[in-house]
């Protein structure tokens, strides 16, 4: 494997691993905030950012590379409200994306088009997961604070309908 791609997937392996913690600090925010759904939504959400360290993992070892398991800084504890939880999450979708864009670039300028195309899932899903964000933050605009009940209820669900046969994540 190419070293600067192998460099940059281990960086991502990071990042991957850093936005489960996130969104399980989120998680456990929301849950002892009396936010049952909407914790339920983040804790799915942690689980499937493990799957996306995960697949980076085994790709980059599957390839002759060394997959660096490093440690991860604490992620922040507290948040202001949810519309604070949902806006943080889409800025750190934005962020994500912009790394998966800068592999993308890396790939054709070493031309590793094997890395190129197994990069594609990762960008097809970031198009999901800006959405996702973007979606429930208009939805709590919409609501006003006295009807977060009404939307904790109804986060599941507009997950599902968030999922075209790949996950918000
Ligand atoms: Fe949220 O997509 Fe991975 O990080």
Redesign the pocket.
């Known amino acids: 494997m190419i070293k600067n791609i192998e460099k940059i997937l281990n960086v991502q392996i990071e990042?991957?691993s850093y936005?489960?913690h996130l969104?399980l600090s989120m998680a456990s925010w929301a849950e002892t905030s009396g936010y049952e759904g909407i914790a339920k939504w983040l804790y799915i959400?942690a689980e499937?950012?493990r799957l996306?360290?995960l697949k980076f993992i085994h790709y980059v070892n599957e390839r002759g590379g060394k997959a660096i398991i490093s440690a991860i800084k604490t992620p922040p504890a507290t948040f202001k409200d949810v519309a604070d939880v949902f806006q943080s999450v889409l800025i750190?979708?934005e962020f994500?994306t912009a790394s998966?864009n800068e592999i993308v670039a890396l790939c054709n300028l070493e031309k590793d088009f094997t890395t190129l195309n197994f990069v594609q899932w990762?960008v097809a899903?970031?198009i999901q997961?800006e959405k996702s964000a973007r979606a429930i933050i208009d939805k709590l605009k919409l609501l006003g604070k006295q009807n977060l009940y009404v939307l904790d209820k109804d986060i599941l669900t507009m997950r599902a309908a968030a999922e075209p046969g790949g996950g918000?994540?």
Do not use: D, L, T
Request: glycine content about 0%; proline content about 0%.
């Open positions: 990042k991957e936005s489960s969104y959400q499937e950012e996306h360290m750190h979708e994500i998966i990762f899903e970031q997961e918000v994540a």
